[in-house]
């Protein structure tokens, strides 16, 4: 079981990270710890132990890159019925027991279904004809749940064998979206993903307590960098696969919401209009990689950040 954690500037949050990981009742074989920081900040906190590698980047290549430079150092030496784990620096598992319920949970599905490639605590089912994800409803979770891929922050285990079979993160996307991509190429080459289904309700169950929506919002939220690449990256990844209709529907949906805000809420809803643009042009055009600066800064006179090239 080896672990891939991709870190950029916050060393705080990775401290604890760290501690919580050696505190976890199933340790990790291997960390490989991948520091996004050009200037190589997490060198400072990550121990120089056996079984621990720090890895620098060089540059800020986003959690895509970030997953597929550590997935590649995992396959120099892990064997193909080795997990590797995807671990985020500021969301640790809040259980003592997740990587080993989750490993146990990894090597049974396994035994009995060579085809399983990928597991983890929560994941997304896919619509593709509808461009959007479905809510798994709440009676489903219960033992192993079918999904279209693991999300973000949600421990994926992937099998090295699956790695080795469909290749590494695309790096191409930086950032967003990246978890879909790979867990709709998993299902296309025959691989089964699954969600423990009792991790999944418990979860859901903690951010029900946070009170956090989960149903569609007509309104315009303040605008990121964020979401520059997931409109891109979603339009991208179903044109990749062969979905134009599917990527036009995300395209007439991303105007339409600042169009339909206009009236409300003008300087924010033309904020919104011009980054959707730039994103889609970007997305029908291929030009992916870091295009949009992470650290750009918004206000109503501001255009996104534009990264070198």
């Known amino acids: 079981m080896h672990g891939v954690l991709v870190t950029y500037r916050r060393l705080a949050q990775l401290e604890n990270t760290l501690k919580v990981l050696d505190d976890q009742r199933r340790s990790l074989d291997t960390l490989a710890v991948v520091d996004n920081d050009p200037g190589g ?77 990928a597991v983890g605590k929560s994941g997304t089912n896919f619509n593709i004809r509808l461009a959007r994800s479905i809510r798994t409803p709440d009676h489903m979770l219960d033992g192993p749940v079918p999904s279209d891929c693991i999300g973000g922050n949600q421990v994926p285990f992937i099998s090295v064998h699956a790695i080795r079979t469909v290749g590494v993160f695309d790096e191409r996307l930086f950032f967003g979206f990246e978890e879909l991509e790979y867990g709709l190429r998993l299902r296309a080459a025959g691989f089964r993903v699954y969600v423990h289904g009792g991790l999944w309700r418990e979860d859901r169950a903690y951010h029900n307590r946070l009170g956090l929506r989960t149903d569609p919002d007509r309104r315009l939220a303040h605008l990121s960098w964020r979401r520059y690449y997931s409109i891109r990256n979603l339009i991208y990844i179903l044109r990749k696969r062969g979905h134009p209709i599917s990527a036009s529907k995300v395209t007439a949906r991303s105007l339409l919401k600042p169009l339909y805000n206009i009236p409300h809420h003008p300087a924010l809803a033309g904020q919104h209009l011009r980054v959707a643009m730039r994103a889609i042009a970007d997305a029908y055009l291929q030009r992916m990689g870091r295009t949009v600066e992470p650290e750009a800064k918004y206000d109503h006179q501001d255009e996104l950040g534009q990264a070198p090239r």
Do not use: K
């Not at 895509?64 to 671990?87: N, T």
């Not at 989750?102 to 599905?109: E, Q, V």
């Open 41 to 117: 900040s997490a060198r400072r906190v990550v121990p120089d132990r056996p079984g621990i590698e720090y890895i620098h980047a060089g540059e800020n290549i986003g959690p895509a890159g970030g997953i597929a430079l550590g997935m590649r150092h995992v396959l120099g030496y892990a064997d193909d019925d080795d997990w590797v784990v995807l671990l985020d620096d500021d969301d640790p598992p809040r259980r003592a027991d997740t990587l080993a319920v989750l490993a146990d949970f990894g090597d049974d599905l396994r035994r009995g279904d060579p085809t399983v490639a």
